[in-house]
T-cell receptor, first 113, second 115 residues
Framework: GESVGLHLPTLSVQEGDNSIINCAYS??????FIWYKQESGKGPQFIID?????DKRQGQRVTVLLNKTVKHLSLQIAATQPGDSAVYFC????????????FGQGTELSVKP | NAGVMQNPRHLVRRRGQEARLRCSPM?????VYWYRQLPEEGLKFMVY????????ESGMPKERFSAEFPKEGPSILRIQQVVRGDSAAYFC?????????????FGDGTRLSIL
């Protein structure tokens, strides 16, 4: 069954504020996680990934935090912009042989001008 | 520097017909994955292929669905005798290698509608 889940289906933030999107996983053996952004009518776009030997990883305006103790990861978007409006998915690479990503349900981020 | 290309973008079929979805991976990528997305849901893994080989088909329905990735040409996801429940968006992704920490890059999908 699914091992990745998201806390909230929707998140609304004011332009310029920081956004935090959360994700929980249940498999303590999970060791690689990816965040994707999906805009309407498009495919998922890779944002950032993190391995389990890291607690934090930063990209351009995005930071992913991984808490292995409580099996939780989050995506933080700094200075949220209207172009950030999309559905965000966390995904776990669940296959020992590689390949199989398990996606959460997604959080829809809406940015208010 | 083309990304993953999928066609057609939209496909309409009547119940009982066959649907063929095509995917060309990113240049240099030899690993292809197919996922299905129902409305308001996340993506569900279907199958993982490398050139001429099926690596993992644990997410594929046992009947009517098949996938291939020939030595030459795109990967094909084939659905025979389609039913209404097959209506979904089908996404293809590709990666450089089978390493678990290689990101998968997605195409924009084929939206399949069954009348």
């Amino acid at each position: 069954g699914e091992s990745v889940g998201l806390h909230l289906p929707t998140l609304s933030v004011q332009e310029g504020d920081n956004s935090i999107i959360n994700c929980a996983y249940s498999n303590s053996a999970s060791d690689y996680f990816i965040w994707y952004k999906q805009e309407s009518g498009k495919g998922p776009q890779f944002i950032i990934d993190i391995r389990s030997n890291m607690d934090k990883r930063q990209g351009q305006r995005v930071t992913v935090l991984l808490n292995k103790t409580v099996k939780h990861l989050s995506l933080q978007i700094a200075a949220t912009q209207p172009g950030d409006s999309a559905v965000y998915f966390c995904a776990e690479n669940a296959s020992v042989q590689g390949g199989k990503l398990i996606f959460g349900q997604g959080t829809e981020l809406s940015v208010k001008p | 520097n083309a990304g993953v290309m999928q066609n057609p973008r939209h496909l309409v079929r009547r119940r009982g017909q066959e649907a063929r979805l095509r995917c060309s991976p990113m240049k240099g990528h030899s690993h292809v994955y197919w996922y299905r997305q129902l409305p308001e849901e996340g993506l569900k893994f279907m199958v993982y292929l490398q050139k001429e080989n099926i690596i993992d088909e644990s997410g594929m329905p046992k009947e009517r669905f098949s996938a291939e990735f020939p030595k030459e040409g795109p990967s094909i996801l084939r659905i025979q005798q389609v039913v209404r429940g097959d209506s979904a968006a089908y996404f293809c992704a590709s990666s450089l290698s089978r390493d678990r920490d290689q990101p998968q890059h997605f195409g924009d999908g084929t939206r399949l509608s069954i009348l």
